[in-house]
């Protein structure tokens, strides 16, 4: 019979997913008024830090960027209160409903703790066009994304209508059969050719990298991409 093994290593350094859930949790806190500091009872109680000093350690090591972020935050919350509006819609022969959150006054405002990254930029910018959609008032002039590194910020999209119905008949078609989209290989890409002025070949170049990688994960490591782009050579 098979028998579970206990796994005996000790945890002395918070890493990967639980670090990151530790972060997220100490952001929701402070933002929320709490301070840190008192919290850490809390987490040790939970099990969630490694033991003894070397969970305080970890724990002290991770509040002051954590302190900064918020501070960060707050200045472009600037003390609002967020409002969730509902939205519908047709757009390019598809009816279009749900709601769109996080409305401080005429700018939208997500935030999570992490490094800037081309899904949330994506997922962003899909409801920053849905905001600027109306054909009276904007419901959305500007919208920002402050990560733990930067801060993102979309003006507001004249054409925004034109934008959403190109990314619908996108969907529409990858509904059908997988698209060629990577966006963390497509983000390097424009980075480089947009934000560097590379040439179209130094471009590639880097965005290769970021494709098929040597010292970390490459995008077409991700199981589902390999699934239907194994034939691909980038």
Same mark, same amino acid.
């Given at each position: 019979?098979?028998?579970?093994?206990?796994?005996?290593?000790?945890?002395?350094?918070?890493?990967?997913?639980?670090k990151? *859930?530790?972060? @997220? &949790?100490? !952001?929701?806190?402070?933002? $929320?008024? =709490?301070? *840190?500091?008192e @919290? &850490?009872? !809390?987490?040790?109680?939970? $099990?969630? =830090?490694?033991?003894?000093?070397?969970?305080?350690?970890?724990?002290?090591?991770?509040?002051?960027?954590?302190?900064?972020?918020?501070?960060?935050?707050?200045d472009?919350?600037?003390?609002?209160?967020?409002?969730?509006?509902?939205?519908?819609?047709?757009?390019?022969?598809?009816?279009?409903?749900g709601?769109?959150?996080?409305?401080?006054?005429?700018?939208?405002?997500?935030y999570?703790?992490?490094?800037?990254?081309p899904?949330?930029?994506l997922?962003?910018w899909?409801?920053?066009?849905?905001?600027?959609?109306?054909?009276?008032?904007?419901?959305?002039?500007?919208?920002t994304?402050?990560?733990?590194?930067?801060?993102?910020?979309?003006?507001?999209?004249?054409?925004?209508?034109?934008?959403?119905?190109?990314?619908?008949?996108?969907?529409?078609?990858?509904?059908?059969?997988?698209?060629?989209?990577?966006?963390?290989t497509?983000?390097?890409?424009?980075?480089?050719?947009?934000?560097?002025?590379?040439?179209?070949?130094?471009?590639?170049?880097?965005?290769?990298?970021?494709?098929?990688?040597?010292?970390?994960?490459?995008?077409?490591?991700?199981?589902?991409?390999?699934?239907?782009?194994?034939?691909?050579?980038?």
């Amino acid at each position: 019979d098979m028998k579970m093994l206990v796994d005996e290593k000790e945890n002395f350094k918070l890493e990967g997913l639980e670090k990151y *859930l530790v972060e @997220q &949790a100490l !952001v929701q806190r402070r933002m $929320g008024g =709490l301070d *840190l500091e008192e @919290q &850490a009872p !809390v987490f040790k109680a939970k $099990g969630i =830090l490694p033991y003894g000093n070397v969970g305080v350690y970890e724990f002290k090591r991770l509040t002051p960027d954590v302190e900064y972020y918020v501070r960060r935050l707050d200045d472009w919350i600037n003390e609002k209160e967020p409002v969730t509006m509902d939205w519908r819609d047709t757009v390019a022969g598809f009816t279009l409903f749900g709601k769109i959150p996080n409305i401080y006054g005429s700018r939208m405002i997500h935030y999570r703790y992490v490094k800037k990254n081309p899904k949330d930029m994506l997922r962003l910018w899909i409801y920053h066009l849905a905001g600027c959609c109306s054909e009276t008032q904007p419901d959305v002039v500007e919208s920002t994304f402050v990560f733990r590194d930067t801060a993102l910020v979309y003006r507001f999209a004249e054409n925004s209508r034109n934008i959403l119905a190109r990314l619908l008949e996108m969907f529409w078609r990858g509904l059908q059969r997988p698209l060629p989209f990577f966006p963390f290989t497509s983000h390097r890409y424009a980075e480089q050719r947009i934000g560097r002025s590379k040439t179209r070949e130094e471009a590639k170049h880097m965005a290769a990298s970021q494709w098929v990688s040597s010292h970390a994960r490459g995008e077409f490591e991700d199981p589902y991409i390999s699934l239907c782009f194994s034939e691909s050579d980038g």
